[in-house]
């Protein structure tokens, strides 16, 4: 299986400010990366596909690069419903696996 | 406007066999996978298997022997079983539809999620 780590697991921020939120692969995945928004008690929500393609509907604050190993989620400009917890997830081969989350909370 | 909409049991004794279904409303059910993704409390996701609509499956290998996903296309819908489920199956299971354009895999649609409890 392709292990999925994020750094940092928590950060706070506060609004306007620019976040970065970095996953790395285990092995080589290309640009086969999703990052998921995920708010509580309500389902993922994704934002980026193929580790820079936004979303249809997603805020343009909402940016994503790299491929091979390391890739950054970045917000440019924090909103107060960015608040949430946010996960990559690599789609190169099965068992899709997914990074263990950043929560970004109020500062 | 596609939707997906889960339901099944939410408590379990150890032993027992979960069982959940996904409905898909509003939209094209052939032409894409159908996925099940679960969070324990207070952890990350864990994809589960996958399910097209001619029934073609791919589970994950740490649940393989435990899953089985089936489909129904005269419902539109899809059906996870786990079987002798223990306390580390507790978690929020969420259906998903999955995007495929060329060899770009999202999960673009999701289900409400149906929180699961084992307990004795």
């Known amino acids: 299986d392709i292990q999925m780590t994020q750094s940092p697991s928590s950060l706070s921020a506060s609004v306007g400010d620019r976040v970065t939120i970095t996953c790395r692969a285990s092995?080589?995945?290309?640009?086969?990366l999703n990052w998921y928004q995920q708010k509580p008690g309500k389902a993922p929500k994704l934002l980026i596909y193929?580790?820079?393609s936004l979303q249809s509907g997603v805020p343009s604050r909402f940016s994503g690069s790299g491929s091979g190993t390391d890739f950054t989620l970045t917000i440019s400009s924090l909103q107060p419903e960015d608040f949430a917890t946010y996960s990559c997830?690599?789609?190169?081969?099965?068992?899709?696996?997914f990074g263990p989350g950043t929560n970004v909370e109020i500062k | 406007q596609v939707q997906l909409q889960q339901w099944g049991a939410g408590l379990l004794k150890p032993s027992e066999t979960l069982s959940l279904t996904c409905a898909v409303y509003?939209?094209?059910?052939?032409?894409?996978?159908w996925s099940w993704i679960r969070q324990p409390p207070g952890r990350g996701l864990e994809w589960v298997g996958e399910?097209?609509?001619?029934?073609?499956?791919n589970y994950n290998p740490s649940l393989k022997s435990r899953v089985t996903i089936s489909v129904d296309t005269s419902k539109n819908q899809f059906s996870l079983k786990l079987s002798s489920v223990t306390a580390a199956d507790t978690a929020v299971y969420y259906c998903?539809?999955?995007?495929?354009?060329?060899?770009?895999?999202?999960?673009?649609?999701w289900g409400q999620g149906t929180t699961v409890t084992v307990s004795s």
């Open positions: 399910i097209n609509h001619s029934g073609s499956t």
């Open positions: 509003g939209g094209s059910f052939s032409g894409y996978y």
């Open positions: 092995q080589s995945i290309s640009s086969y």
């Open positions: 193929a580790a820079s």
């Open positions: 998903a539809r999955e995007e495929r354009s060329g060899y770009y895999y999202n999960m673009d649609v």
């Open positions: 997830q690599q789609s190169y081969s099965t068992p899709w696996t």
